[in-house]
């Protein structure tokens, strides 16, 4: 839960919406993951193809949670979709960074996580069974060309600064409207 919410805050809301709308266009239907089939879903990708553990570090777990490998949000453009999610525990469920503040991509974050635990001799089978859930499992990642992915971050970086637009806007309209008719009422 936030504790104080910005303009940045709501936009990146916006943001993972679209990415989930977009997500949703390719698999062909709905993917809510709190419930329903989508649910069932992760939960047979977390029990059937990761066998109840992480994807990461390999823990095996009751609580483990969603992961997009390619990150839901606006510094990766992930669509949430069943080939992009696996079962990460709460640790794993971080991502790290590089020495520039930029998110690592899934391996990098993969790789890193291995070398923390020193566990390098699971990185390549790790890499392998996530390379094939998202690439050739029956929850195949879409292969988007780079006109696809293009488009996909004009839209979202613009839906991004229209939402922080507006609600700079709206503030600006609330202090006009107290200004005119609240504080004058009160008077």
């Given at each position: ?120 001799n699971s990185f390549f089978e790790r890499k392998k069974r996530i390379q094939t859930h998202m690439q050739k499992g ?50």
């Amino acid at each position: 839960m936030a504790v104080y919410n910005t303009s940045s805050d709501s936009a990146n809301t916006a943001i993972r919406a679209f990415l989930t709308k977009v997500g949703e266009y390719y698999w062909g239907k709905s993917f809510n993951t709190g419930s329903g089939n989508s649910k069932k879903i992760f939960e047979q990708i977390k029990n059937e193809v990761f066998g109840s553990k992480c994807a990461y570090c390999g823990i095996q777990s009751n609580k483990l949670q969603i992961e997009h490998l390619i990150m839901f949000n606006r510094a990766q453009y992930g669509l949430h979709h069943p080939g992009n999610v696996v079962p990460a525990c709460q640790s794993c469920n971080k991502r790290r960074r590089d020495n520039s503040s930029n998110y690592l991509n899934w391996e990098e974050h993969l790789e890193q996580i291995c070398r923390e635990n020193d566990d390098l001799n699971s990185f390549f089978e790790r890499k392998k069974r996530i390379q094939t859930h998202m690439q050739k499992g029956k929850f195949r990642y879409p292969e988007l060309n780079e006109a696809e992915q293009h488009a996909i971050r004009v839209i979202a970086n613009s839906l991004y600064e229209n939402i922080k637009t507006e609600n700079d806007k709206a503030l600006k309209m609330y202090q006009e409207l107290d200004s005119a008719f609240v504080k004058k009422i009160t008077r």
